[in-house]
């Protein structure tokens, strides 16, 4: 009975994340981490995560295939699926704790740039700049799973509407994961124990992806963004005084 309310839980929740991914073009791990470490070691959220979210990227991918802006995405998908792989190899060596923390921290830095710094702060759209937000992002998905935030702050200026934004930044996260979950699988940190959790979170989000992209063009996303952003910046204090206390 237990293990199937965690499911159920774990079901609801990448519901809710895929809406929002949906709705802003990232944003799942955003959700998944506040969930998943409550019931697995975080190493193990990650992963399972990643795989789980290689399937919806997959169908988003496929979906929007034509509106990929290739020529955008190459400078940020190269440095990214590199330093991605060489991380991932090295992130499951580290203390759960650790990676606890530094979770915290990013997520209560993602919350100060999102409700504070973003209407001030523009990247801007050169090569140089597609290869350190790729490297970023590359680094971030090997330790959490999370691509996004580097790479949206490259690609939302740097292409034409929301459809290129939304296409070029899905093939930017199925392509970048790839070497990561290559990592993961090498490191033998999945099991057959993982199946279920795994096909409750990819049952969640393709459902997830239907409703949200249905509200995609009713919701405010601006509003929602900031709403998801303050509770995650509060999540991420309350993980680093856990750990500490």
């Known amino acids: 009975m237990r293990q199937m309310s965690t499911y159920l839980i774990v079901g609801l929740s990448a519901i809710l994340a895929s809406i929002i991914h949906s709705t802003m073009g990232f944003g799942s791990p955003l959700v998944l981490l506040n969930v998943l470490p409550l019931f697995f070691p975080l190493a193990k959220s990650v992963a399972v995560m990643q795989m789980s979210l290689i399937v919806l990227n997959i169908y988003f991918f496929i979906r929007y295939r034509d509106s990929v802006v290739w020529k955008v995405l190459a400078p940020a998908l190269i440095p990214a699926s590199v330093f991605g792989l060489v991380f991932t190899l090295w992130s499951v060596s580290l203390e759960s704790n650790v990676l606890t923390i530094c979770l915290g921290v990013v997520f209560i830095l993602l919350s100060l740039y999102e409700l504070v710094f973003s209407g001030n702060v523009r990247v801007n759209t050169s090569k ?118």
């Open 128 to 245: 140089t700049m597609g290869f350190l937000m790729g490297s970023c992002s590359g680094i971030t998905n090997a330790f959490f799973g999370m691509a996004g935030p580097p790479v949206v702050m490259y690609l939302v200026p740097a292409v034409d509407g929301n459809l290129q934004y939304f296409a070029t930044s899905q093939a930017f996260f199925l392509f970048s994961s790839i070497p990561c979950l290559v990592g993961r699988v090498v490191s033998g940190i999945y099991d057959k124990t993982d199946i279920p959790v795994l096909l409750s979170l990819i049952a969640g989000l393709l459902l997830g992806s239907v409703v949200g992209l249905k509200l995609l063009k009713k919701i405010d996303s601006k509003v929602f963004k900031k709403l998801v952003y303050g509770f995650i910046g509060v999540n991420g204090i309350y993980m680093i005084i856990k750990c500490i206390l």
